[in-house]
């Protein structure tokens, strides 16, 4: 993830050759790492935009979520079981992964 300009990157891990490079849409900065849950990756942005897409070598977008609530999120979501725990300034949340 490029973290100002909402820009996701797949590389190859035995290469370090670039897969893709695909902005997300109405994404706003970064700070959070993505996770990956459930053969998904998990990115939230700081304004609480969540963006889902598929580990694989291809770029989709499986869902989008909304958290906006007037906090900052800056903090990596952590992954409980089948649940995501994701945190913002001023709360914390609990989302299902299925």
């Known amino acids: 993830m490029h973290e100002n300009l909402g ?7 035995a290469t370090g050759k670039l897969v ?5 849409p109405k994404a706003s900065q ?4 993505p996770v990956l849950a459930d053969g998904r990756i998990h990115a939230v942005d700081r304004a609480g935009g969540t963006v ?5 070598p291809t770029f989709e977008i499986v869902a989008r979520n909304d958290l906006r609530d007037r906090s900052s999120f800056d903090a990596s979501p952590t992954v409980d079981g089948n649940r995501l725990l994701i945190r913002s300034d001023k709360f914390l949340y609990c989302v299902g992964t299925k």
């Open 7 to 13: 820009i996701a990157y797949c590389v190859e891990a």
């Open 20 to 24: 893709y490079e695909e902005r997300i």
């Open 30 to 33: 970064f700070y959070a790492s």
């Open 52 to 56: 889902i897409f598929g580990a694989k």
